[in-house]
């Protein structure tokens, strides 16, 4: 009602009294209500479109609040302000050369180079508008848009059921008529509408339905194809073992509930050919199962495009056709190659080599997985680790590990026998210094050192550094030939250098006292490494302080 809008909370006789005046202005006794500009308001007009809600009140009787907010008033998509520039402006986009947008604004394709660079296709610029949306605009989900999109797609709609029911017509009118509701038609196209069929009991509405609802059939245990009416039934038989019954250990082979498969063999230490389950897979891939998976595979995709071919119903049909299929395969494979290569050239390149000048390659084809598994080829897979492989750094043309050292017993580059690790590398010019290093050290190694003794006679030369050092046989292991003069000087050593050991710090700083031991410098002998086993004091014995009382 128009008048209520501009009432508040009403009394129950005012209620009355306005509810008296918009029957009488429906009944025709009263005048209608006037709006802000003196026209009539209708009084059938339903009260939520007359009555205004709270924001756009006015306190009068009026239909303004429905022309306020226009909900078609919408922005114009894809308008263009005039003609496109003929040079790049600064600021303008960097890719289609308009100035209303930036790069990452930008709704073009994106170029190689951009109008910024080029001066090419420099696009019009955008039409900015300004609209202004009510409370009702902003909040409406259809504002914007085109009604003329919902007729396209229509359209699209109904010309793809058009293309449907003209491929449903023309397979009916290729195909045998072998299933039933094909002879029921065929039997009932003689005979009256109205008149009942003896032979079948049923009218053309009841193929309808029985076909309506067909196509709708999921059954349980069964799978129905509504183009060739085949329901296959994909139940186990029940007197048959289940598969994962036949190995009960939770780590043999997984077992699908839901497709019911065990592709691996449940029991390993059993040959495929002896066992009574060898696995899904042992199945699928062996005897003639990949033909007639090919076979079946060419009946169903030729079935799908129209031709009448099914495997079950002529076999001996679907046979010769796939035969046929792959011969003609075939030559259309070598007419093609044959035209590539007339057109193009090149025939010469792919007659093979001697297998002694190719160097044992070939051109066998191999499929890799990501990890470096085979998937299908003859030639078997390196492993690879996760760590990058054959990666030459600082211009060396080998991997750091590739050579050992053998006399100072390190890992270097084979390429210029260098030790040092991310070095660069020398070539030719550092395994020439290295080996020249090498013999160096070795000489000096090999040069005795003599030794005076305390009475000023010369003591024998003993090992070099490097031999004792880097030798494989250690100090003290094997069989050991000491020379007793010089391990009685080294007893004497050991109990001089013990009883300097009590003094205190300041004692031996002032005396300055350091034997050859204390020495960096110095090489243990096998003698001085007797005697400091003669002289040490055993702690871990259990009878080093035992004392017999009773003697």
Known sequence: ??????????????FRRQKDLDAARKAGTAPAALDEEGRPINPHIPQYISQAPWYLDTGAPSLQHQLSNK?????????????????????????????????????ERPRKKGAKYTNKDIQADDVIQDVAAGYDAKRDRWNGYDAAEHKRVYEE????????????????????????AAVRKVAKAGKSDTKTDADFGSSEDEDADEDKYADAADAVGQKMDTKTRITVRNLRIREDTAKYLINLDPESAY????????????????PPEDAKFAGDNFLRYSGEAPEV?????????????????????????????????????????????????????GAEYLDSAPRELRQGQTEN????????????????????????????INNHTAVWGSWYDTST???????????????YCAGLAGIEATTASSAQALLASSTSVPVEKADNTKEEPRPGKVEQNYSKKRIGEGDIQLDQERLA???????????????????????KLKSSLESSSHEVTEEELEAYRMSRRMTEDPMANYIDNDV
């Not at 699908?256 to 059993?270: E, F, H, L």
Request: aromatic share 8%.
């Open 255 to 270: 077992y699908d509930p839901k497709t019911r498969s065990m592709r691996d063999a449940p029991v390993k230490n059993v």
């Open 157 to 180: 709609y109904a010309a793809l059921e058009a293309a449907r029911q003209k491929l449903r017509e023309e397979e009916i009118d290729n195909q045998t008529t072998t299933d039933l």
């Open 365 to 392: 084809y191999v499929e890799y997985s990501r990890s470096g598994q085979v998937i299908k080829g003859r030639e078997k897979a390196k492993a690879k680790s996760k760590y990058p492989e054959d990666v030459y």
């Open 489 to 511: 000087q080294a007893v004497l050593e050991e109990k001089k250098r013990k009883a300097r050991s009590a003094y205190t710090e300041d004692d031996r700083s002032s005396k």
């Open 1 to 14: 009602m128009a008048s209520s809008s501009a009432i508040g909370k009403l009394s129950r006789e005012e």
């Open 71 to 107: 909900l078609d008033n919408w922005y114009d998509r894809g308008a263009k302000a005039g003609p496109a520039a003929k040079k790049y402006r600064k600021g303008a986009c960097e890719n289609c050369g308009a100035l209303t947008h930036k790069k990452q604004d930008c709704l």
């Open 293 to 345: 998976s090919d076979l079946q595979l060419f009946a169903w995709q030729a079935a799908a495009r129209g031709n009448d071919v099914h495997l079950n119903a002529n076999p001996t049909q679907g046979e010769l056709l796939h035969y046929e299929f792959k011969q003609k395969k075939e030559q259309l494979k070598d007419t093609t190659k044959s035209s590539i290569l007339a057109k193009y050239g």
């Open 409 to 423: 017993g390190t890992w270097g580059y084979a390429c210029c026998h260098s030790t040092v690790h991310l070095s």
